[in-house]
Nanobody
Framework: QVQLVESGGGSVQAGGSLRLSCAAS????????MGWYRQAPGKQREWVSS???????NYADSVKGRFTISRDNAKNTVYLQMNSLKPEDTAVYSC?????????WGQGTQVTVSS
């Protein structure tokens, strides 16, 4: 059994910053790609960013230049540093991680950006 637990969500004013964390625990041996999705009310889930075990990163155009993904393989943890936040970044952010070919999900954390 593998669990992913996010933390770091909250409320912030536009222009502010938040840092999300997602820690994997349980029967974890090697987590390959980890990343983040988000879903705003009434909208489809949107992929945000990903990072491979080797550190290669990718970002959605909507967050490029503002968000930075990183990971600590020793801690099985992925981070999402979010700067210059906008009201349109408001969403539930969920992390994921691949072990072999199975994707595991966290429960999600709310991020609210007020104007």
């Amino acid at each position: 059994q593998v669990q992913l637990v996010e933390s770091g969500g909250g409320s912030v004013q536009a222009g502010g910053s938040l840092r999300l964390s997602c820690a994997a625990s349980g029967s974890v041996f090697t987590i390959n790609t980890m990343g983040w999705y988000r879903q705003a009310p009434g909208k489809q889930r949107e992929w945000v960013s990903s990072i491979t075990s080797g550190g290669s990163t990718n970002y959605a155009d909507s967050v490029k230049g503002r968000f930075t993904i990183s990971r600590d393989n020793a801690k099985n943890t992925v981070y999402l540093q979010m700067n210059s936040l906008k009201p349109e970044d408001t969403a539930v952010y969920s992390c994921y991680g691949f072990i072999e070919r199975t994707r595991y999900w966290g429960q999600g954390t709310q991020v609210t950006v007020s104007s």
